[in-house]
């Protein structure tokens, strides 16, 4: 099992930027792939980006290729998501998930994940 804390968010101007850290509990934080999925109001919940186990692949929707930054550090059980260039239509709840998936996977659905955060809420204004 892993519980999932995440925090960082904020409100921020337009072309600005905002790290969020996600922070899990467990020892065996390593062996999962971890993602990032976003909800705006009115919307369904879109998957933003995933790191495999290792750090060593990183893969991204086309809406934040290029803006966005995932990352991990095992030794502190803590996922990131780096935005720059922040846009308006950038505003939702974040939230980290957790999957227990092969080395190789790269996640990108709801269901593919077991374990998820709160949220934290990202608002960029004009």
């Known amino acids: 099992q892993v519980q999932l804390v995440e925090s960082g968010g904020g409100l921020v101007q337009a072309g600005g930027s905002l790290r969020l850290s996600c922070a899990a509990s467990?020892?065996?934080?390593?062996?999962?792939?971890m993602g990032w999925f976003r909800q705006a109001p009115g919307k369904e919940r879109e998957f933003v980006g995933g790191?495999?186990?290792?750090?060593?692949?990183?893969y991204y929707a086309d809406s934040v290729k290029g803006r966005f930054t995932i990352s991990r550090d095992n030794a502190k059980n803590t996922v990131y998501l780096q935005m720059n260039s922040l846009k308006r239509e950038d505003t939702a709840v974040y939230y980290c998930a957790a999957a227990q998936t092969t080395p190789w996977a790269r996640p990108a659905r709801d269901h593919e994940y077991g374990y998820w955060g709160q949220g934290t809420q990202v608002t960029v204004s004009s």
């Open positions: 467990g020892r065996t934080f390593s062996s999962y792939a």
């Open positions: 790191v495999s186990w290792n750090g060593g692949s990183t």
